[in-house]
C-alpha cells in the first residue's frame, strides 16, 4: 500500500492506532510506544505520515512539543469515527501526563500496551446523556484489573472520595499519579487508611523516568 510514494508499512497502521487511541501522541509517546530505537528514525517516519495525510501536526500550547492526530484520511484507512477528536488545551498537559504514565507501567510493571484500556475507550460504549467517571486508563494485569488515574490540581475531598471508592469496588488496585500540591498528597495519604487497594505515586517520578529512556 502506497500514498504519494510513501510505502505505508505494518508500524504505520500501528502508529494511527496507537495515535487514534489517545486522540494525540507527542513524538517521544509514539517513539516508545510503537517500538523505535531512536528519535531520528521515529520522526523521519512521522513527518512521512504527515506529508501523505494520515497524520496531522499542531502546536497547540506553547513549551509543548508538536501534537501529532489522526487525519481523515487516516482514520478511514484504520476504520475509526470520521468525526475529529477535540483537543481541549486545558486537558493537553494532563494528556501527556497519561501517556507518560502508560510508558512508565509498561517499563516498570512488564505490562504490554496490549493490556492497557484507555479512558476514550471507556467512554466508548456510554449512551447518550451523563458520561459516568473513569480512570484516566485501566491496566488488565496478571494480579488483576489496574485503574490508574492522573491528578494535579486539587480536587474537592467529596469528590476525590466519591473516585476512590468507585474504584474501589470496580478494580482490583487503584494508582493515583500526583503532583506536588501538599493537600492534595495529604488527602490520598489519609484516604489510604480507609481504602486498602489505594497507592500514591509521585509524577515527578514518572517524568524522570520517561526523561531518562534512551
Not at 497519561?98 to 475507550?121: P, Q
Request: glycine share 8%; aromatic share 10%; with cysteine.
Amino acid at each position: 500500500m502506497s500514498s504519494k510514494g510513501m510505502e505505508l508499512q505494518e508500524r504505520d497502521i500501528e502508529i494511527l492506532k496507537l495515535v487514534y487511541r489517545f486522540r494525540f501522541c507527542l513524538g517521544r509517546h509514539v517513539r516508545v510506544l510503537a517500538g523505535f530505537f531512536g528519535t531520528r528514525a521515529c520522526d523521519r517516519r512521522l513527518k512521512l505520515l504527515v506529508e501523505a495525510g494520515y497524520l496531522e501536526r499542531k502546536k497547540l500550547l506553547y513549551g509543548v512539543p508538536y501534537l501529532y492526530t489522526v487525519s481523515h484520511k487516516g482514520r478511514m484507512l484504520i476504520g475509526a469515527n470520521k468525526r475529529a477528536d477535540e483537543i481541549r488545551l486545558e486537558r493537553i498537559m494532563h494528556d501527556c501526563h497519561v501517556l507518560d504514565s502508560i510508558i512508565f507501567f509498561i517499563g516498570t510493571r512488564n505490562i504490554a500496551l496490549e493490556a492497557v484500556t484507555s479512558e476514550k475507550d471507556l467512554h466508548s460504549g456510554d449512551g447518550f446523556g451523563h458520561r459516568r467517571h473513569y480512570p484516566d486508563f485501566v491496566i488488565n494485569a496478571p494480579v488483576g484489573t489496574i485503574a490508574v488515574e492522573i491528578e494535579i490540581a486539587l480536587k474537592s475531598k467529596e469528590r476525590l472520595e466519591k473516585n476512590i471508592r468507585t474504584n474501589y469496588m470496580d478494580f482490583d488496585f487503584q494508582y493515583w499519579i500526583l503532583g506536588d500540591n501538599p493537600k492534595l498528597n495529604t488527602l490520598i495519604k489519609d484516604f489510604q487508611s480507609e481504602y486498602s487497594n489505594l497507592k500514591a505515586i509521585k509524577l515527578g517520578d514518572v517524568t524522570s523516568y520517561v526523561n531518562n529512556l534512551k
